[in-house]
């Protein structure tokens, strides 16, 4: 059974810091590009951060470039973001998804969401 499932999201203060995981089951992440997404309330998805996991190039949303830092772990068949500085635009759905960065993603978590307060 493939699976992808988010967890590690909350409520933090503006300024705080949050490490969401997005881990793997049914399949090998590694062989996959693994994107971040979000989606606020009346806001379009928009993408967050991408890694390559072939040769570990890492992507980011300009508004977030220098906070969130995307990582993988494949012992444990997982993408890692941890998001510093958070600010009360930060606050959204966050989805991950494993596919290609040009696309498609072929398979969704079912999202965590993150407040910022």
């Known amino acids: 059974h493939v699976q992808l499932v988010e967890s590690g999201g909350g409520s933090v203060q503006a300024g705080g810091s949050l490490n969401v995981s997005c881990t793997a089951s049914?399949?090998?992440?590694?062989?996959?590009?693994v994107g971040w997404f979000r989606q606020a309330p009346g806001k379009e998805r928009e993408g967050v951060a991408a890694i390559d996991t072939g040769d570990g190039s890492t992507y980011y949303l300009n508004s977030v470039e220098g906070r969130f830092t995307i990582s993988q772990d494949p012992t444990k068949n997982a993408v890692y973001l941890q998001m510093d500085s958070l600010t009360p635009e930060d606050a959204a759905s966050y989805y991950c998804?494993?596919?290609?960065?040009?696309?498609?993603?072929?398979?969704w978590g079912q999202g965590t969401q993150v407040t910022v307060s």
């Open positions: 049914g399949f090998t992440l590694e062989r996959d590009d």
């Open positions: 998804a494993a596919g290609l960065i040009c696309g498609p993603f072929r398979y």
